[in-house]
C-alpha cells in the first residue's frame, strides 16, 4: 500500500511539478537550457552554479538541430532562456534564424577571447576542442607528421582514417580549410583525402582511433578529448587504445591547429536574460574552467592555462586564431565540397 | 410509425458519430503530415540540386538493400521459429514460445552497441588479414560489405519478434484440421508450412513484416553507426548537413511513397481472398508431432535464435552494468526516468488503441472508399523519421496556437503542448503509431464474419450495441496485444521523445541514449538500458500469457 502511495505521490508531484512552475512569476529564480551537450559533467556544474545564485536550471537535451527548429516554433512562447551548442557552425546558424539575441556584459567580454565570441554579443564559447591527427605510436613518428594540408600527398594512400563528413567538427575543419586555401584548394584536399582512406567513413571518433590501434589505418582525424575519453574509459580495452595512439597538432608552424567551441547563446524571447547571462558567465568563469579539463577533457578558454597532467602531456600547441564565425559562414560551402569529394 | 424504421433511423443516427469521430481523428493526425506532403509542391530548396545529383541513388539503394535484406531475414526467422513451435514438439518449447518474443523489447541502438564488440573483435583483425593479403582496396570494399551484413543481422534480431508474433497469432487461428489433412495427404510438416500455414496466415505475418520494414526504413542510430545511407540518413544530411529543412522535408515525402508503395504490395499479397475464422469443431493439433532429429533441430534452431538475438546482448548489458554499479544511482532512475517513461507510454498505448478502434469500427461500418483512405492516411504517420513528425508537430502546433490566440484570444497553445505538460509529445506518438495499433486491430476486424454484424443489427443492436456486445469480446485478444506492442514502442521511442519532451523530462530510452551513444559512457548507461530492457520484457510476459490464453480459449 505504501509503494502504492509513493508511486502515485510522484505521478502527481510530476504532473503538478511541470504545470506548478510555469504558473511561478518570470522574476522566480530560474533559467531554461535548451542544451545539446549530453555530458552529466554539466548537471553537477549547473547544480554548483544553483548553489551559488539559487537559480534553478532546467534542461532540454536533444540535437542543436533539433532545438534550433523548436525555438524557432515556439516563438515567443518558448521557455528557452539559452540555447547550448557544441560548435560555432551551430550558433551561426542559430544566430542566422534570429532566434538568438545580442547580450553583453563586461565579464563575458573579460573571460571569452575575442575569436571565440560573436562581434555583438549573440554567442559565446566555454570550452575549446581542437581537431587534430591521432597516430599510430607503433608505425608513425610524429616527425612524419606535419599538416592537415600533407593528408592529401599519395604518401598517406590506404592509411587515413576519419568518420562521416555529416559530422559537424569535419565539416568546421574544412571551412577553416576553405577560409584558409580558397574553395578550389579545400576541394582538391577533400578529394584526395578521401581517397588516401583505408575504409569508407564510419562510426565516432573513437572508432577512428579504435582502427589505428588495431592496424586498420595510420593517422585519424579525431578531437583530442576523445583520447581523455579513452585514457579514463572503464573498459580496459579502450585504455588500451589510448596506450596505442599519439596526438599530433598540426599546422605548427602556419596558423596553428584547428580549434573550435563548446558555446551557448541567449535566445531571443528568453524571459530570464539576466539568469542566463549569470550562468554564461558561469561557465566561462574560473570555476568552470578548471572543472571541463577534469570532467571533459576539453581545453578551456585559455588553452594553454590548465594544469590537467593530461592535457599537458599533449604538449602545448599553437592555435589557429581564425574568427570562429567564419566556420559558420563556411559551412554550407564545406557540405557541398564534401558531397562532391564523395566523402559521405 | 412501424418500430423497425425507428431502429433503421437510430442506427444511422448512432453509426454516424462514428463515421465523425474517425474523421476528426484522421484529421487530427493527417493534418500535421500536411507539412511533409506540401513540400512536393513547394520550389525545392538549394540543397536538392546536390541531393539528386550526387545522393539520392545511394540513399534510394541503400534504403531498398536494407529493407529486402532485413525483410527476408526477419521472415526467415521469424515464420521459421512460429512454424516450429506450433507444430512441433521439443525441448523448452514453452521456454522459446516466450523467449523469441523477448527481443523486441530490445531497441535498435542498445542491441547495435551489444553487437560493438564484433566490430572490434571480429571484423577488424578479418579486415586486417585481408588488408594484408589482398590489399587496402579489397579490404575497404570488404569492410563495407561486412557492414551491410552485420546492420542487417543486427536489425533482424531486434525487428524478426514482430513477424514471430503476427505468425503465431495468425497460426493459431489455422484450424488443426487443415494440417491434419495435409499431413495425411502425405505432405510433412515442412512443407505443410507453405502449402497450409503460410497461405491461411498471410494477411497477420504480411501485417507483422510490413511493421518490421517500416521499422528499418525509420532506423537512423544502427545505419550511422554502420555508415550506412538510406533515405532516412539522407533526412537527416539534408536537414542538419545542407540546413536545407525543405529538401529534407522533400526527402521524407520520397520515403512516405516509397512506404506506400509497400503498403500497396502488401494489399496485393493479402490479395483478394477474405480471411474469416474457420472456428471448426477441431482447434488445435491433436497433438505436436515429436521426432528426435526434428526435436534436436528444432531446439536448436530456437536455441540460437534466442541466444544471438536476446541473451548475448542483455547478458552484455548486465556486465557493463556492473562494472559502473557503484556509479548508478537507483532512486533518482526511478523517481525520474522510469516513472516518466510509464506516464508517457501508458497515456500514449491507451489513448492510441481508442483511436485505432474507432477508426477500424468506422471503417467496418462504412467500407467507402474514402473511410479506407482514412484508414490509409493514419498509418503514414509511421513512414516518416520520428524527428521529421516531431518538426511537422511543431510546425503545426505552433501555428494553430498563434492563429487562436490571435484571433480567438485563446492562451498559449504552444507552452500548454510543449512546455507545460507533454500533450505535443504524446500527440505525436499518435501520428507516430497508430499503424502497430490499427494493424492488428484491422486483421481482428476482417476475421470477425460480418454475418455477425448482420446478426446482431437484425436482432435490434445499434452499432454501439453491436461493437460493444459483439466486436470488443472478440477484439480483446488484437487489443491487449496492440496495446502491449504499443508501450513497448513508446517505451523504446527515441527522435519523438529527444525533440518534443518538456524541460527536465527524461525517459529511460533517452537517457540511456544519451549516456551510451552520446557520451559512450556505457557502465552508467547500461543501467538505464537494462531497465528499459527488463520493463519491455514484462511487458512482453504479458502478450505472452494472452497469446496463450488466446490459443487455450478457443
Redesign the interface.
Given at each position: 500500500m505504501k509503494t502504492l502511495f509513493k508511486?502515485y505521490n510522484?505521478?502527481i508531484n510530476?504532473?503538478f511539478a511541470?504545470?506548478a512552475f510555469?504558473f511561478l512569476p518570470a522574476n522566480a529564480q530560474e533559467v531554461?537550457l535548451y542544451s545539446h551537450r549530453?555530458?552529466?559533467a554539466d548537471d553537477k556544474l549547473y547544480e554548483k552554479f544553483t548553489k551559488a545564485t539559487g537559480i534553478k536550471v532546467?534542461?532540454?537535451?536533444?540535437?542543436a538541430?533539433?532545438?534550433i527548429?523548436?525555438i524557432k516554433?515556439?516563438?515567443k512562447?518558448s521557455?528557452a532562456d539559452l540555447l547550448i551548442a557544441a560548435d560555432a557552425g551551430r550558433l551561426v546558424?542559430a544566430q542566422d534564424a534570429g532566434i538568438l539575441q545580442s547580450a553583453t556584459s563586461a565579464k563575458l567580454e573579460k573571460q571569452v577571447p575575442k575569436n571565440m565570441r560573436d562581434e555583438e554579443g549573440h554567442w559565446y564559447g566555454f570550452t575549446v576542442r581542437s581537431r587534430v591527427l591521432i597516430y599510430s605510436k607503433d608505425r608513425i613518428k610524429p616527425s612524419q607528421l606535419s599538416t592537415y594540408e600533407d593528408l592529401a600527398d599519395p604518401k598517406w594512400?590506404?592509411?587515413l582514417l576519419a568518420r562521416?563528413?555529416?559530422n559537424?567538427y569535419n565539416?568546421s575543419l574544412l571551412a577553416s580549410i576553405i577560409a584558409n586555401n580558397g574553395k578550389q584548394g579545400a576541394a582538391k584536399w577533400a578529394a584526395a583525402v578521401r581517397k588516401n582512406?583505408?575504409?569508407?567513413?564510419?562510426?565516432?571518433d573513437?572508432?577512428q582511433m579504435?582502427?589505428v590501434a588495431?592496424?586498420?589505418g595510420d593517422v585519424a582525424i579525431a578531437n583530442t578529448y576523445y583520447v581523455g575519453?579513452l585514457v579514463n574509459?572503464?573498459?580496459p580495452?579502450d585504455r588500451e587504445v589510448a596506450e596505442k595512439v599519439g596526438v599530433f597538432f598540426p599546422n605548427q608552424s602556419g596558423r596553428g591547429a584547428h580549434v573550435n567551441i563548446s558555446g551557448g547563446g541567449v535566445v531571443k524571447w528568453s524571459k530570464n536574460k539576466a539568469n542566463a547571462i549569470k550562468l554564461l558567465e558561469f561557465l566561462t568563469g574560473s570555476e568552470a574552467q578548471n572543472q571541463f579539463p577534469v570532467t571533459t577533457y576539453e581545453f578551456p578558454l585559455e588553452v594553454s592555462s590548465t594544469d590537467s597532467p593530461l592535457l599537458k602531456s599533449w604538449g602545448k600547441f599553437k592555435a589557429d586564431s581564425l574568427a570562429l564565425s567564419e566556420l559558420g559562414k563556411l559551412?554550407?560551402e564545406a557540405?557541398?565540397v564534401f558531397?562532391?569529394a564523395?566523402w559521405? | 410509425m412501424p418500430k423497425g424504421l425507428l431502429n433503421i433511423n437510430n442506427q444511422r443516427f448512432s453509426s454516424f458519430w462514428w463515421w465523425l469521430s474517425a474523421a476528426f481523428i484522421a484529421v487530427v493526425l493527417f493534418s500535421p503530415l500536411t507539412v511533409v506532403l506540401s513540400s512536393l509542391f513547394k520550389a525545392p530548396g538549394e540543397g536538392w540540386e546536390?541531393i539528386t545529383e550526387?545522393?539520392l541513388v545511394?540513399y534510394i539503394l541503400g534504403t531498398i538493400i536494407m529493407t529486402l535484406g532485413v525483410g527476408l531475414t526477419a521472415l526467415f526467422l521469424g515464420v521459421g521459429s512460429a512454424w516450429i513451435i506450433t507444430v512441433w514438439d521439443f525441448p523448452c518449447k514453452r521456454f522459446f514460445s516466450l523467449a523469441l518474443m523477448m527481443p523486441m523489447a530490445i531497441p535498435t541502438y542498445v542491441m547495435a552497441f551489444g553487437y560493438s564488440f564484433v566490430?572490434?573483435d571480429i571484423r577488424?583483425?578479418l579486415?586486417?588479414f585481408i588488408?594484408n593479403n589482398w590489399?587496402?582496396?579489397i579490404?575497404?570494399q570488404s569492410?563495407?560489405i561486412f557492414?551491410y551484413g552485420l546492420a542487417i543481422l543486427i536489425l533482424s534480431f531486434a525487428l524478426y519478434p514482430y513477424v514471430y508474433i503476427a505468425a503465431r497469432v495468425g497460426f493459431s487461428e489455422i484450424s488443426g484440421t487443415y494440417i491434419e489433412n495435409s499431413r495425411l495427404l502425405g505432405r510433412g510438416l515442412f512443407r505443410s508450412m507453405f502449402s497450409v500455414g503460410l497461405p491461411l496466415a498471410r494477411p497477420a505475418i504480411v501485417g507483422g513484416l510490413l511493421l518490421a520494414v517500416l521499422e528499418v526504413m525509420n532506423e537512423y542510430g544502427a545505419m550511422?553507426?554502420?555508415?550506412i545511407?538510406t533515405l532516412t540518413?539522407g533526412i537527416?544530411?539534408s536537414?542538419?548537413?545542407?540546413?536545407d529543412?525543405d529538401s529534407a522535408v522533400r526527402l521524407a515525402a520520397v520515403a512516405m511513397v516509397f512506404v506506400l508503395l509497400l503498403i500497396a504490395i502488401e494489399r496485393l499479397l493479402r490479395g483478394r481472398a477474405k480471411f474469416h475464422a474457420h472456428r471448426s469443431s477441431s482447434n488445435n493439433l491433436s497433438g505436436p508431432t515429436r521426432t528426435n532429429a526434428g526435436a534436436v533441430i528444432a531446439f536448436l534452431f530456437c536455441f540460437i535464435l534466442f541466444t544471438v538475438s536476446f541473451a548475448l546482448p542483455v547478458i552484455n548489458l548486465c556486465i557493463d552494468t556492473l562494472?559502473?554499479w557503484e556509479k548508478s544511482k537507483l532512486t533518482d532512475l526511478i523517481?525520474g526516468p522510469l516513472?516518466?517513461s510509464f506516464?508517457v507510454s501508458s497515456i500514449g498505448c491507451l489513448g492510441i488503441v481508442i483511436a485505432a478502434l474507432v477508426i477500424s469500427y468506422a471503417a467496418r461500418l462504412f467500407p467507402t472508399i474514402f473511410m479506407k483512405s482514412i484508414t490509409k492516411l493514419c498509418m503514414l504517420g509511421y513512414a516518416v523519421p520520428g524527428?521529421v513528425v516531431?518538426?511537422s508537430i511543431?510546425?503545426y502546433?505552433?501555428g494553430m496556437?498563434?492563429f487562436l490566440s490571435e484571433f480567438l484570444g485563446f492562451g498559449?497553445l504552444?507552452?500548454l503542448f510543449?512546455?507545460?505538460?507533454?500533450a505535443g509529445l504524446i500527440i505525436a506518438y499518435f501520428v507516430r503509431f497508430m499503424t502497430p495499433a490499427l494493424a492488428p486491430i484491422e486483421a481482428g476486424m476482417i476475421r470477425i464474419n460480418a454475418s455477425m454484424d448482420e446478426a446482431s443489427s437484425m436482432l435490434g443492436r445499434s452499432s454501439w450495441g453491436s461493437f460493444f456486445n459483439v466486436h470488443l469480446p472478440l477484439l480483446r485478444f488484437p487489443l491487449f496485444g496492440a496495446m502491449i506492442v504499443l508501450f513497448v514502442d513508446i517505451l523504446k521511442e527515441l527522435p519523438l521523445t529527444?525533440?518534443?519532451?518538456?524541460?527536465?523530462?527524461e525517459t529511460l530510452a533517452?537517457t540511456s541514449y544519451?549516456?551510451i551513444q552520446?557520451?559512450?559512457?556505457?557502465?552508467?548507461g547500461s543501467f538505464p538500458a537494462l531497465i528499459l530492457v527488463l520493463t519491455g520484457t514484462l511487458a512482453v510476459l504479458a502478450l505472452h500469457i494472452l497469446i496463450r490464453k488466446r490459443i487455450v480459449n478457443k
Open positions: 508511486s510522484s505521478i510530476i504532473s511541470v504545470f510555469s531554461t549530453h555530458y552529466e532546467n534542461v532540454v537535451k536533444a540535437s538541430d533539433a532545438l527548429e523548436r516554433a515556439e516563438g512562447e521557455p546558424r594512400k590506404g592509411k562521416s563528413s555529416s559537424i565539416q582512406m583505408a575504409r569508407p567513413p564510419e562510426g565516432s573513437r572508432d579504435r582502427a588495431a592496424g586498420i575519453l574509459s572503464s573498459n580495452k559551412n554550407a557540405v557541398k558531397a562532391l564523395n559521405k | 546536390l550526387y545522393l545511394d566490430k572490434y577488424d583483425p579486415m586486417l588488408k590489399g587496402a582496396v579490404m575497404s569492410n563495407e557492414n550511422t553507426y554502420y555508415g545511407e540518413t537527416f544530411v536537414w542538419t548537413d545542407l540546413g529543412k562494472h559502473g523517481q516513472i516518466d506516464i524527428a516531431a518538426i511543431l510546425v502546433f505552433s496556437g498563434s498559449s504552444t507552452s510543449f512546455t507545460l505538460t507533454p529527444l525533440v518534443l519532451r518538456p524541460p527536465n523530462i533517452t544519451g549516456l552520446k557520451e559512450e559512457r556505457i557502465a552508467e
